[in-house]
């Protein structure tokens, strides 16, 4: 029988890298790609001298690899992983465990662990974050699928994971079906608000503070040895101060349309689906769509005006502010992505350890942060934490940030500088602490146009009323009351 401890399919930098990895901690690896001609390139080249056997064929694939096998398919998300695992089931057997490390839709996951497992094999979904150095050095990986299937896996896994600062694998077993991958996708929807963030403070040092690329440089340069450690500042840092040919800010050259391949919108589209106000990373999705409509916002500032930003304030207070601001907005995302975990684990009847999430992403991925430490500790101290902002030490943090987010987020609206991440945070905090919202108006306006009900507040809950509230409707109401 086969050779190799783990085949993988798909040859692309991130599969090329992931092999190169299991090689390096000892495992031999079979590999196979669809277009054979980059299966010699790879032994030939990259995998010259490496325990690493090529093969030409998919029965020849299955037969290397020792059983019960497991094979790792890197290949373009969506309809290209379906067709190799129809091609492949017919050459395995009771027990082979198939894994997807591609940045699958976790309800594909779902289908698809539920498909494989009729067939007799397991399934594993597994969110794989780190771009191409991570995939090389050390992602941070996080499976799910079928639960049998972890023990198998567990030591190549954890062996080619990213380890924090005390030796902890950045790779602990998620949760059954889509847990892996849902989870990969809150994440990416926390990628995308951090990086927001970090862009509404460039962009306030810049138009309103007047900065140069290298000024902010050493700004976050030491926003990276303090509460803001993190990969995001660390590379925004280097960003800043790298010079193009002619000796100039190389970020000033750079077209300012983002792109987006999905994972963001995703999480949006998930807490609307679970009614989640994850507003922050539901903003920072927009801002990306907003910067490429570039030809429109070039018209568009030729005719519409707004304030000049002046500021006559103590810059260095203001940018000590402005770190401030950041760290409290970047909690309220931690906050808002955790608890869309928790309402779809409820949902889907996952069995989520958010302390151990929180460790994944300490390393090997792109929002690893010495915040994330925090994090752990506080689901740590209380697995049952509803809301981030209730741990003792964030509440602390942002009741102490506060002033500071305030006075940045009114200077920057003030100067025409748009926030939409820090202030969306904001609000989010001030409803989340508001003990009465204006719903009340509102679901008067539900029942006066719709007959759709309310409740109140010197009756218990679950008694409903409607009001005929023009005379001329009846008392009839509708049965439709959802809060």
């Not at 929807?189 to 690329?213: H, N, R, T």
């Not at 429109?296 to 810059?315: C, H, I, M, W, Y």
């Not at 995302?333 to 779809?344: D, P, V």
Request: proline letters at 4%.
């Amino acid at each position: 029988m086969g050779q190799a401890d783990i085949g993988l399919v798909g040859l692309a930098v991130m599969g090329e890298n992931l092999v190169l990895n299991m090689e390096s901690k000892g495992f031999t690896v079979a590999v196979f790609n669809r277009t054979v001609s980059k299966v010699d390139e790879f032994v030939n080249g990259r995998g010259k001298g490496k325990n690493v056997i090529g093969t030409h064929s998919v029965e020849e694939f299955v037969k290397a690899i020792k059983t019960p096998r497991k094979i790792m398919i890197m290949v373009k998300a969506g309809n290209p992983v379906d067709a190799f695992i129809e091609q492949i089931i017919p050459h395995l057997e009771k027990g082979d465990i198939l894994i997807d490390g591609g940045n699958s839709h976790f309800p594909d996951s779902i289908r698809r662990t539920e498909y494989v497992e009729s067939k007799g094999m397991r399934f594993i979904g597994t969110g794989v974050s780190g771009g191409e150095e991570g995939a090389l050095k050390g992602p941070s990986i996080m499976p799910g699928g079928s639960p049998s299937a972890w023990p198998e896996i567990k030591p190549i896994f954890q062996a080619i994971s990213a380890k924090t600062s005390d030796g902890e694998p950045c790779c602990e077993w998620v949760g059954e079906n889509g847990a892996g991958h849902f989870v990969k996708m809150v994440h990416n929807g926390i990628e995308y608000g951090d990086m927001q963030l970090i862009c509404e403070a460039y962009q306030i040092m810049k138009d309103l503070l007047g900065m140069s690329a290298d000024e902010m440089h050493e700004v976050f340069k030491e926003w990276n040895t303090g509460d803001l450690d993190s990969y995001l500042v660390e590379i925004t840092r280097d960003i800043l101060a790298y010079k193009d040919e002619d000796g100039s800010a190389l970020v000033d050259k750079i077209l300012d349309t983002a792109g987006q391949k999905g994972t963001g919108k995703w999480t949006g589209i998930a807490a609307l689906d679970i009614g989640i106000p994850l507003t922050l990373i539901g903003e920072a999705v927009f801002a990306r769509c907003l910067s490429s409509i570039k030809d429109e916002r070039v018209a568009a500032s030729k005719q519409l005006t707004g304030p000049k930003p002046t500021f006559n304030g103590d810059k260095k207070a203001f940018i000590n502010d402005l770190m401030k601001g950041l760290y409290a907005s970047k909690l309220v995302s931690y906050a808002q992505g955790y608890t869309l975990m928790r309402a779809a684990a409820k949902d889907y009847k996952w069995n989520l350890n958010y302390g151990g999430i929180a460790l994944m992403w300490r390393g090997g991925c792109i929002i690893r942060s010495a915040f994330l430490g925090k994090i752990k500790e506080a689901f740590d101290h209380n697995p049952a934490l509803s809301n981030l902002l209730l741990d003792p030490y964030f509440k602390d943090k942002i009741i102490g940030c506060q002033d500071a987010w305030r006075r940045v987020i009114s200077t920057a609206l003030n100067n025409g500088i748009p926030v939409p991440a820090f202030t969306t945070a904001l609000c989010y905090f001030d409803g989340f602490r508001n003990e009465r919202l204006p719903a009340n108006l509102l679901q008067a306006q539900r029942d006066y146009f719709g007959a759709h009900t309310y409740e109140r507040v010197d009756k218990p809950r679950g008694e409903f009323f409607h009001t005929n509230w023009t005379g001329r409707g009846g008392t009839t109401s509708a049965s439709t009351y959802t809060a």
